[in-house]
């Protein structure tokens, strides 16, 4: 039998002599510890739901210097049993931004700020590739889905977490080191995958899944999670490994580890972006075309996203076509019929379009491309380049940038 000593903390002399009675003077006491690394961090948390809000109370406790909350649902009744950030006032309140007010009272030192918005979208990749760590607290395999092809574009790790009535499960993602989460999907995966869209890959008008949970769930997850991201912020070679699952059985009292394996067909395998220049220019207001010409190429270039279009609606009945320019993922099929004469229409999608054309008029933001988000612009690949978009930056614009992929260049020059 241990000595129950063993487990007892640094004895209280010792510690008031090398550590002061600051908010973190006790878990500074932990030899791994170092405060100055996490108020220097950047956390993206992936959903404000229970496990989001969890998460959040966490990381501003700590002292995670700055985090952004992604979510763009709105509170309802069956959140408040498991969201301790909310109040029965807040019902049909957004959740992102009562999160991050919420979740700043926590904490002063941290600085928290909200994206009212789709994980999949509405965070710019350049915004995302400026996080250290991405948490992910969402409920559904295809928002799980389009996080890990985001912080495979990005080049940011991500933690996953998911619960049901009776286990709860976190695996650590790392570009191009171990499984992704693509790779793991199952039958099973791929069909509540496919149950969103219908076969012109369009989005389905389909209530969302419920799983019966509890806020115990939620905040075991989180806990598992939050401790696996300070480990990985401390240090990368601690903690879960790369493609690495913790299942922790609630009811059977039993914990597994597994090294999950790496599809080598996995479709989501790419190269992050790396190298691009920077522009003022708000997607709200500026056009693609705009963008072009101040990056000195000519309005015959073309722009390719980092996400597909509907790029427009072509009716084989009355000869017809209609200009879309959105994302996919927020077309719904039954936007397919031709308001002319009922027939279905071909759905034209891709990633790249002239600017030209219909689409390069219009302002880059009605098209889906966020703020601080990477869009390439060029005749081909021959005189293909990178731009970041500009616009308001969710992260505290007075530190300085440590991304590793920025390019030193910037575009400040007079609208065109
Ligand atoms: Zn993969
Ligand atoms: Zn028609």
Known sequence: MPSPVAFLPPSPTD????????????????????QDRLARSRVVVAGA?????????????????????????TVSPSNLSRTVLFRAGD?????????ARRTQE???????????????????????????????????????WAINRRCLQAGVPWI???????????????????????????????????????????????????????????????????????????????????????????????????DLPVDPDCPAHAEPVQGWTTTDRDPATSTGRELALAAGLDAAASIELTFELVLGFACPGCGTREDIGRPTATVYEDEILCPSCRQERIVERG??????????????????????DLVAVGHGDVSRTWLETGGPSPWRTDRPDRSLHRTETALTGARA
Not at 58 to 64: N, P, R, T
Not at 91 to 99: R, T
Not at 122 to 132: C, F, K, P, R, V
Not at 354 to 366: E, F, N, V
């Open 106 to 144: 926590l904490n002063p030192d941290v600085h928290v700020t909200a994206i009212d918005g789709d994980i999949g979208r509405d965070i710019g990749l350049a915004t995302l590739s400026g996080a250290d760590l991405v948490l992910g607290g969402l409920d559904s395999v295809n928002a799980r």
């Open 49 to 73: 739901g229970a496990i989001g809000n969890e998460v959040l109370k966490l990381l501003a406790l700590v002292g995670v210097g700055e985090i952004v909350v992604v979510d763009f649902d």
């Open 351 to 372: 990633t790249t379009f002239r600017l030209d054309g219909p689409l390069g008029d219009r302002p880059l933001a009605s098209l889906g491309v966020p703020p601080h």
């Open 15 to 34: 510690a008031t002599e090398t550590a002061p009675d600051d908010r973190y003077a006790r878990q500074r006491l932990l030899p791994w510890w170092d």
């Open 91 to 99: 019902v049909g309140e957004p959740k992102a931004a009562l999160a």
């Open 160 to 258: 996953n977490a998911g619960i049901t009535a009776s286990d709860v499960q976190v695996t650590r993602h790392v570009p191009g080191d171990g499984a992704c989460y693509e790779c793991t999907f199952t039958a099973g995966m791929a069909r509540r995958f496919n149950e969103r869209y219908s076969c012109t890959g369009l989005v389905r008008r389909t209530p969302d899944r419920t799983v019966p949970t509890t806020a115990i769930g939620a905040s075991v997850v989180a806990g598992l999670m939050v401790h696996d991201a300070l480990r990985f912020l401390h240090d990368p070679a601690t903690g879960l490994r790369a493609g690495q699952r913790q299942t922790l059985l609630l009811d059977g009292y039993r914990q597994f580890l597994d």
